[in-house]
C-alpha cells in the first residue's frame, strides 16, 4: 500500500512497524518470558499539512506508536521513513537533529510540565538543547510563543500548578513549537481537559497548523473529537491498523466490523437519525497483547465472525479499488450503523 502513496507530498511513511516489549520473569537472572505485542505491523503514511487521526479504545497500542515515532523507543521491526530518512535506524547526533522535527503533546498536561520550573524555562529548555539562539533571542521567543498560544507574556514567571489543565496544555504546545517542528504527535491532547475548554485547545491546535503548515498524528480514543481534526483516520485494534479511510467516507461507509461499533456508539445530534442508529455493544474485553488471537484478531469480539476468521488473518488492503484499506474477510458485507433510507 505505502508505496503508491509515497510521493514529495507525503512526509511521514510507516511501514510495518513494530514495538515488542520483552516481557520478563526472575529478578536476578532475567528470563525473557514472552512479548507484550503493543504495535504489531503497522503501515500507514501522512502528507505535509494534513492530520492522520489515529483511534482505538484504550491499550490498543496508540500511544506505543506516538512514542515510537519520536523515537522514545527503538522499534522492534519496520521503518519510519520521515522525509525519506528511516528514523528506525538513525542513531547518534544524526537522530538528535531529527528528532527536532518531532514533537509530542502529551495526554496528561498536569504530568507532562515539571512543577519546579517557572513556564518560561519549561518552554525555552528545548531550545537551549538545540542552541537555537542568545539568551535574549530565546527569552523574545518565549514572549512571542505564549502570544501564539493565546497566554500572556507576564505568565513567563509563573510556575505550572497556577495554570489550569486547558492552560497548561497551551504551555506544552508552546514548548513543543519552540524549536519549529515539522510533525506534531498530539496523543490525547485533550482527553484530561474539561469538555468546556477542548474545543478551544482543538482549535488552537487546527490554527497552528495553518499557520505553520504543521503535519499531525492526532491520536484519541474518542471518534467524534477526531471527526472535527483528521483528514484521515485509521482504526487501531489490538497493535494493528483494522481500517483506514478518508475521514467522510469512514464515517459514511465503514469496511470493518470493529470500526463500525465504534460508531455505533457515538450520538448523532438530529434526533430522527439518532433513532435509527444501531448501538453494537461488543462483548468482553480487549484480549492480552501478550496472547493474541489467531487468525483475525478481533475474531473473539466480532458480531460477524465465521470460522475463516479464527484461522486465516485478513490482509489489510484497499476495498473497491480506492484508498480505503481494511482487514476484513467480509468487509463488503459491512453495512453502517445508521441505515440509510
Ligand atoms: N513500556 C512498556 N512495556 C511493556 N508493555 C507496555 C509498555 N508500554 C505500553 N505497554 C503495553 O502495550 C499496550 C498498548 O499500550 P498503549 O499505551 O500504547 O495503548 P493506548 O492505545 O495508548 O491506550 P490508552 O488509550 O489507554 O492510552 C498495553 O497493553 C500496554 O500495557
Ligand atoms: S475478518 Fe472476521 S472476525 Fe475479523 S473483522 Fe472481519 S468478520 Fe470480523
Ligand atoms: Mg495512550
Partial sequence: MADTLVG?????????????????????????????????????SI?????????????????????????????????????NK??????????????????????????????????GSLIAEPMQVYRTGT???????????????????????????????????????????SINPEFVVADEPVSALDVSVRAQVLNLLQRLQRQFHL???FVSHDLSVVRHVADRIAVMYLGKIMELADRDELYAAPKHPYTKALLSAVPIPDPKVEKKRQRIILSGDLPSPINIPSGCRFHTRCPMAQQICREIEPAFEAKEGREHYAACHFAEQVTPPVVKE
Fill in 47 to 83: 502528507e505535509r499539512g494534513q492530520t492522520l487521526g489515529l483511534v482505538g479504545e484504550s491499550g490498543s497500542g496508540k500511544t506505543t506508536i506516538g512514542r515510537t515515532i519520536i523515537r522514545l523507543y527503538k522499534p522492534t521491526a519496520g521503518q519510519i521513513l520521515f522525509d
Fill in 86 to 119: 528511516d528514523l528506525a535506524t538513525t542513531e547518534g547526533e544524526e537522530l538528535r537533529q531529527m528528532r527536532r522535527r518531532v514533537q509530542m503533546v502529551f495526554q496528561d498536561p498536569y504530568a507532562s510540565l515539571n512543577p519546579r520550573f517557572t513556564i
Fill in 215 to 217: 503535519t499531525y498524528l
Fill in 8 to 44: 514529495s507530498k507525503t512526509l511521514l511513511d510507516i511501514r510495518d512497524l513494530k514495538m515488542h516489549f520483552p516481557l520478563t520473569r526472575g529478578i536476578v537472572m532475567q528470563r525473557v518470558v514472552g512479548h507484550v505485542r503493543a504495535v504489531d505491523g503497522i503501515t500507514f
Fill in 135 to 177: 539568551p535574549a533571542e530565546i527569552r523574545e521567543r518565549v514572549v512571542e510563543l505564549l502570544q501564539v498560544v493565546g497566554l500572556r507574556p507576564e505568565y513567563a514567571d509563573r510556575y505550572p500548578h497556577e495554570f489550569s489543565g486547558g492552560q497548561r496544555q497551551r504551555i506544552a504546545v508552546a514548548r513543543a513549537l
